[in-house]
């Protein structure tokens, strides 16, 4: 049982420093404001200041890791109706992330 225990424990180990990576090349900030909102629009990203360079590149990028759902085009730099959100059930998990960056 103690092999067993310590694969889960290294598994999940494994999984959370992925998911750290993410968050880290992503940028903690934009990350975190992705999470706090249910559903950001492009538009609305800029007009707020969203923590990032560039929005469309941030959720193409977000988009691509699995950190966000988008609808609309990302396409000639998306549209400002581009619509982006980080899943409900995975929102939880970015705010213990961050926590645990922080600790």
């Known amino acids: 049982m103690i092999a067993r225990d310590q694969l889960v424990a290294e ?3 494994a999984v959370r420093a992925e998911r750290q990576a993410k968050l ?3 940028g903690p900030d934009a990350v975190l404001w992705l999470a706090l909102v249910p559903l950001w ?3 609305a990203a800029e007009a707020a200041g969203f923590p990032t ?3 469309r590149d941030f959720v193409a990028s977000a988009r691509g890791a699995g950190w966000c759902e988008t609808r609309g085009s990302l396409r000639d730099g998306g549209t400002p109706r581009l619509g982006f959100w980080r ?3 995975l929102r939880r998990e970015v705010l213990d992330l961050q926590h645990r960056r922080s600790s």
Do not use: M
Request: without cysteine.
């Open 11 to 13: 598994a999940t180990a």
């Open 24 to 26: 880290e090349a992503l």
């Open 41 to 43: 629009t492009k538009g």
């Open 53 to 55: 360079r560039s929005v």
């Open 87 to 89: 899943p409900d059930d």
